[in-house]
């Protein structure tokens, strides 16, 4: 079992930045690979990006790639999500998730986070 808590959100202008983080509880964190996901009122979860196991391997969404980074500190047992040059379509609640492997689906992992709001105004 794995429990996952975000903090770190807030409102930003647009052009600022923000860094998420996600504990985790347990002693197996450093076997799951990690994701963010993120949902905006009125529409469908969206992947975000996900982090290998070990850090070594990372993916990430066209939408957001180089201004969003994941990283992950094992022996923190926490994944975190650096998210520069903010957008108004960037708002929304975020998630952390984790699962056996890295992946785009949401399907494919088993435990998630509570959410945190990101709210980037123009």
């Known amino acids: 079992q794995v429990q996952l808590v975000e903090s770190g959100g807030g409102l930003v202008p647009a052009g600022g930045s923000l860094r998420l983080s996600c504990a985790a509880s347990g002693r197996t964190f450093s076997s799951y690979a990690m994701g963010w996901f993120r949902q905006a009122p009125g529409k469908e979860r969206e992947f975000v990006t996900a982090?290998?196991?070990?850090?070594?391997?990372?993916y990430c969404a066209d939408s957001v790639e180089g201004r969003f980074t994941i990283s992950r500190d094992n022996a923190k047992n926490t994944v975190y999500l650096q998210m520069n040059s903010l957008k108004p379509e960037d708002t929304a609640v975020y998630y952390c998730a984790a699962a056996r492997w890295a992946s785009h689906e949401g399907y494919e992992y088993d435990y998630w986070g509570q959410g945190t709001q990101v709210t980037v105004s123009s």
């Open positions: 982090i290998n196991w070990s850090g070594g391997t990372t």
